[in-house]
């Protein structure tokens, strides 16, 4: 069945002065930037849908469920993005590369079901991450800069799956009982008594099943770290059905990672899942898994898009990147020390020992 092929840029117009309207983080209002006006963004009635996985699988080929969106890639580290504003010169927002804007290339994708807005703006982000710089010893002072450089700072939007389906496992293994047995050891201090901890293993078999709800799977993949694990963590709870105005002032990233790899990679999830509730059912001290036959049924998945802000550049050759979580405003980033402030506190060290053993004579 064909599919009417849609735009997802829908730049919108200030009814003021005409200016482009963005979206502003922590509400459901695009917003001027030059008069103040404010618009709210109209609510699906009902909400977003989870899509039948094997079905889908079977057309997505055919672009089934599509839109098209304006996509550069950066031919450094792989990131396909999307940029809803008109930019005179863009670099890639991971490792700051310049994306050349005549390459700019349309691409069908599918459409995201849901997505997380941002909830902290970029004044408050930007104030962030300025403060945990000033907070690191021996930085150097291009990343000091950074912290103050308003384009250094900039929102994205990450692609990524959800998974859901009901799971069954028949298991085979081994319930472990601890017990203690008491053992006469001969020490220097003569003989002693002491409790050793022995297991004790019985056969055991069974079922679990249950409903495994959104596993989630990063969408991207590029040649560079992947965002740390100590922020991604967002609220699913805050999911609202997709509206391309709340991308308006951000950029986007397209998935790199099909469909069916990141299928492949919730199937690894459900299976340490159904180890959890395995070993829950074997009970004792302690369990071992011969044999699990998993099976997944009645299986969706979503598109979703989640909020981070990025600040990244390069300093003596190597990349660094700074994270934040759109939502909840954890931060994470690595950090380059400077050479020469740590130079020059060595020699201050050293000089202060060498006046302090000249007037101890």
């Known amino acids: 069945m064909e599919e009417e092929i849609k735009q997802s840029e829908h730049k919108k117009a200030c009814a003021n002065c005409g200016a482009i309207l963005k979206f502003k983080p922590g509400s459901h209002q695009l917003k001027c930037e030059y008069c103040g006006y404010e618009e709210f963004i109209e609510q699906a009635k009902s909400s977003f849908e989870e899509l039948e996985l094997q079905h889908y699988l079977k057309v997505v080929g055919e672009n089934a469920y599509t839109e098209t969106i304006d996509v550069l890639h950066c031919k450094n580290c792989g990131a396909n993005q999307h940029i809803e504003e008109n930019y005179k010169s863009l670099n890639c927002i991971y490792c700051s590369e310049p994306l050349i804007l005549e390459d700019v290339e349309r691409e069908g994708w599918i459409v995201p079901g849901a997505l997380v807005p941002f909830q902290i703006d970029a004044q408050k982000a930007k104030t962030t991450f300025k403060t945990w710089v000033s907070g690191i010893w021996f930085a150097p002072n291009k990343l000091q800069r950074a912290a103050l450089d308003p384009e250094g700072l900039h929102g994205l939007y990450l692609p990524y799956w959800t998974f859901d389906a009901n799971l069954h496992a028949q298991y085979q293994g081994q319930r472990g009982d601890y017990y203690y047995e008491t053992q006469r050891v001969r020490t220097k201090n003569g003989t002693q008594t002491r409790q050793v901890r022995k297991t004790r293993w019985s056969p055991v078999s069974g079922d679990v099943s249950g409903f495994v709800d959104d596993v989630l799977i990063n969408a991207s993949e590029k040649k560079r770290s992947d965002i740390p694990a100590k922020i991604a963590f967002w609220n699913m709870k805050e999911l609202v059905p997709f509206n391309s105005k709340y991308l308006s002032g951000f950029v986007t990233e397209k998935y790199t990672v099909s469909l069916k790899e990141g299928h492949h990679s919730s199937f690894q999830k459900a299976k340490q899942i159904a ?70 506190l060595v020699l201050f060290i050293l000089a202060i020992v060498a006046i302090i053993a000249i007037f101890a004579q």
Do not use: C, M
Not at 293 to 303: A, V
């Open 275 to 344: 180890n959890g509730w395995i070993y829950k059912d074997i009970g004792g001290d302690t369990q071992r898994i011969s044999q699990a036959n998993i099976k997944l049924t009645d299986e969706t998945f979503k598109h979703i898009l989640l909020p981070v802000y990025i600040s990244s550049y390069r300093f003596n050759g190597k990349e660094y990147n700074f994270y934040i979580n759109g939502q909840t405003g954890e931060l994470s980033g690595t950090r380059p020390y400077s050479f020469w402030k740590i130079f020059f």
